[in-house]
Every structure is written in structure tokens, then in C-alpha cells.
């Protein structure tokens, strides 16, 4: 199968609804708040083409980020914070365009063999690494099988390369990583083998754990990619230019990359900003030149009036806000309470009175954007006299007759911080359960919970491609970005049936078997669905808010204002 064939195949997928057209970013794992308006959305959710408005003269883009990234290095890297970093300095073999489809980037030709389980991919003559060697295949095959090492540390995103062949059997240290289908045949060739056709694989080699890595330079060198260097040798559109730490990084347009022609922006700055309130009045005083989501956020308390003027953008965004339970910390190793917990939420007076954006209440895992029938759930909101009948049997199951003071803990922000105050007040009044609210900064906050030192932790979940396995498979096991600790033998079969099940009807049909299982187990509470909320200046345009988190800089240019 050639790269037209499997282009069509791939537009028929979207037609049917497997791929969206909106986006994510921020402090999540793969995830955060906000997005693009219906009060001003002539533009799909995004900044403008480009007409016949002239280019400004000084070709720079102020944005904020909010926070320091937990870790530049593609293979390491978990947050959405690091990859709109990372999504600007590196590129994979594709790249997903402006319509939300993946195009060929470092990859020149893309052949697909007839049982779609094997991928040759042909490397660009003229792509070159920031300090001048060539990008090669080798650098694919090396900084994919060094994510799958089992001795590589923090690379908790590993799972993303499992429909590889051998990939999972290799990180787990059955085979070695010689039997993993990854094969460098010379410079210019990569052929991928793959346990079973994989339709979003396309999508996936766009994702920054499938990044290459410089191997003259960064093998052997564990702190290549801590700080600007000449060890932090990249080959995206821009280069990291200077690097301060928790205050801002700056990027520069590469005059190398293979398509630099197409890339206007010459200077990115991006600051770190956690006050919503300081990001705002900096956009309104010509300082940022976008605020929100993918990677910022506006101020609750702004969200009515920037509606109200029109100049308030918001969309869809494939992802879930929830509570994790640490399922192996009393009292959440009882069902019972978890459900006590889930179920004496008030969602909709959450996504009403606090986060304003159009989010939906989540009474599911998968997003309503992947699965429509998700837009009611598995449970009742705010079904007070359940959760009550649930508390009473957990604590007869526990032995006890009053629960202990819950911890719940979260990271840095307006928004998480007005969040679990009100969910404070419900349990309070619900269950009758007092509630110590612990608030962290951000990196501290991912030790905290990767580490399970918390009963109750805020997270949330933007896909990094369409599809609900997306969702379902970060708690396939215990590690990873599974911070509830919970895994289930049944919900993972499951799940490795439909990776081998190639009717779309049936594969889906067992995804909803999978997540019954994890939502009657209830190893997490959603909170509500996301949206991408954001303000930009006119003066912006041609850059896209995805659906799926990533934001692309590489179409971005400034107009004369």
C-alpha cells in the first residue's frame, strides 16, 4: 500500500469520526484547560490564512506557557508543557498539519505494505540536525529503542511505541531490543514492522516520543538535554535559543530545516507565567500575543466579559479533567468509596459557576468528541443519595464508622485551586467527610503523584491522537502515567483484543467492554470534559488549536498591525 492509498484510507477513518478538529495543552499529562469560540470562530478555532494581509516586519510571537518544562529530552518527556517546547525544536517522520492530518515531515516517502503491518520509511536528503550532521534512520531506530531500553529512566510514555513489533516484550526485558521491529536498512531507510495494522500509527510517529535523537551526540551523554548547549542538537522548524530556567525560553527560526521557506516566525518567546491574572493583563497590554489554552489559561473571573465582547475563543478539545484515586491507600482500596466519592460530585455546577468554557460534565473516560453516547455516562451527577448508600457499604466493607481527613492534592492554578475547594464543600456536606487540600508546584506535584504519596490527586487526560484507546490504555498497568495504581486482568484483555481486531464496529464494541470494567471499578472520578479557551491578537494568524494537543508554530506568522 503506497502513501496515496493509505492517505485516502485515513480520510475515509476521519469521515467516520475516529479524527477530530480542535486541540489541547498545559499542565496535564497530555493535558489543561481552555480553547476557541463559537462567538468568533470564522476561522475554525484558529488564528487565520494567510489572504493578502502584509507581513509585519518583526516576525515575533509572545506566548505563555505558565510553568518551567518538566523535561526537554522527546523520549522523557510526559506533559504538554515540555511538547509544545519539544513540537517546535524537533520533528518526526510526520507531522500533523493544519487540518489535523499527519503529512509527511522527515520522511520524504511513506510505503505501506499490503497487510498494513509493515512501514518503510524514506528519509529527506536535505534534513539536518541544528549542528550539521545528517538526520539519518539510525537516529529514528536509536532514540526509539532508547525509550524501550528497560534501563532508559522516566520514560513513562513507552507504551506509545507498543504497536511496534517486540516493542512491549523488549521494555519489559522479555526479548531484546535486536528483535524489535525497528531496522535502520541504511541512512535514508527505516522499516517499521508492527504487531497488527495500527490505523492511527500515521499519527503517532508525529508524537514526540517518536522524535529522533542525534546519536554521535547524545549517546552516553545522560545530561544532553538539562540546558541550551551544543549538546541540544535538534531538527524542527526552530532552535532553542536560550533557556531560563522558570522564568523563559526563546526560540529561533532554523535556517537548516527542510522547509524553511514555509516558516515565518523568526523568534518565539515563551514565558512562564502561572498567575492567569498576570498572563491576561500582559496579552491586554500588547505583551503576549495569545493567552489560553494550548499551553496558558484565562482567568475564570474574565471568561463572561471576553464572551460577552466576541473575543473569547472556544472549541472542542479531546480530554477529561478527573480526580485519581490512589486505590492503594485506605480508604480508596474499597470500590465502594471510590464510587461514594465519584458520585457526590456536582459537575455541572463545577462547569457552571467555576470554569465557565463550555466544559461538559464527565460521567465517563472517553470523551464525548471520540464517543457520542459518553455525553451521559455511566452514573447519575451529583446522585447524593447513591453515593451515600456507596459510603455506607464501603465502611461497613472497611470495618470503620467514620472515614479519616482526605488529602487531595493539586498542582498550581486558579482553576484547580477554585475546583477543589467547591469539591472540598460537597464532601464535606455530602459524606461528611473533612478534606485537606494540598497545593503543589507543578514538577513537585508529578514526583508527588508518581510516587503515590497522595490519596486524592487532580489530573487530567488530552489525547495524543483520536481514538479511544487513547484513553483506555494509560491504565492497561500500574506505572507510566497510571497514577491510581489500579489495573484489572479482564479490562486488559480487552483491550489487547481490540488491538488485533480490524472491523471498526467490533474493536469499538470492545473498548466500551473495557471501559464498563474501569468505570464500574471506579479508579477515578471525571470531573468534566475540556475545551480550548483562548484570546489571540488580531494581528496573529495561521496558527491552529488541535484537538489533540498539539500547537504548531511552524504555520504562524504576524500580519501588520
Known sequence: MNWKRWSLLLMLVFAMGIFLAACGGGDDKASSDDGGDKANQEEKGDSGESGDEALAADQTFNINIKTEPPSLHPGKSSDTTSSSVLDQVFEGLTRVNQDGEPEKAMASDIQISDDEKTYTFTIRDDVKWSNGDPVTAQDFEYAWKWVLNPDSPDTDYAYQLYPIKNAEKAKSGEVSLDEVGITAKDDKTLVVELNQPTVYFLELTAFHTYYPLNKKVVE???????????????????????????????????????????????????????????????????????????????????????????????????????????????????????????????????????????????????????????????????????????????????????????????????????????????????????????????????????????????????????????????????????????????????????????????????????EEIFMDEMPLAPIYFYTNVFVHQDYVKGIQVNPVGSFNLKWGYITEH
Do not use: C
Open 220 to 514: 552516553g551523554n545522560d545530561e544532553w538535554a538539562v540546558d541550551v548547549s551544543e549538546d541540544y542538537v535538534t531538527n524542527g522548524p526552530f532552535l532553542l535559543e536560550s533557556w531560563d530556567h522558570k522564568s523563559q525560553i526563546v526560540l529561533k527560526k532554523n535556517p537548516d530545516y527542510w522547509d524553511a521557506e514555509n516558516v515565518k516566525l523568526e523568534t518565539i518567546n515563551m514565558f512562564m507565567i502561572e498567575d492567569e491574572a498576570t498572563e491576561l493583563k500582559m496579552y491586554e497590554n500588547g505583551e503576549l500575543d495569545w493567552a489560553g489554552s494550548p499551553t496558558g489559561a484565562i482567568p475564570l473571573a474574565a471568561i463572561p466579559s471576553l464572551k460577552q465582547d466576541g473575543s473569547l475563543n472556544i472549541s472542542p478539545k479531546a480530554g477529561v479533567y478527573y480526580y485519581s484515586f490512589n486505590t492503594e491507600v485506605e480508604p480508596f482500596t474499597n470500590v465502594n468509596i471510590r464510587k461514594a466519592f465519584a458520585l457526590a460530585i456536582n459537575r455541572q455546577g463545577v462547569v457552571e459557576n467555576i470554569t465557565k468554557g463550555e466544559q461538559q460534565p464527565a460521567m465517563a473516560l472517553v470523551p464525548p468528541s471520540i464517543w457520542e453516547e459518553n455525553k451521559e455516562g455511566y452514573f447519575k451527577d451529583n446522585d447524593v443519595e447513591k453515593a451515600k448508600e456507596y459510603l455506607e457499604k464501603g465502611m461497613e466493607e472497611l470495618g470503620i464508622d467514620k472515614l479519616p481527613t482526605i488529602k487531595l492534592t493539586y498542582n498550581t492554578d486558579e482553576g484547580h485551586a477554585a475546583i477543589a475547594q467547591a469539591v472540598q464543600d460537597m464532601w464535606r456536606e455530602n459524606l461528611g467527610v473533612e478534606v485537606e487540600l494540598n497545593n503543589e508546584e507543578w514538577n513537585v506535584f508529578l514526583d508527588t503523584m508518581g510516587e503515590g504519596n497522595y490519596q486524592v490527586g487532580r489530573m487530567g487526560w488530552i489525547g495524543d491522537f483520536n481514538d479511544a484507546i487513547n484513553f483506555l490504555e494509560i491504565f492497561q498497568t500500574v506505572g507510566g502515567n497510571n497514577y491510581t495504581n489500579w489495573e484489572n486482568k479482564e479490562y486488559a484483555e480487552l483491550l489487547e483484543k481490540s488491538r488485533t481486531e480490524t472491523d471498526l464496529e467490533a474493536r469499538k464494541d470492545l473498548l466500551r467492554q473495557a
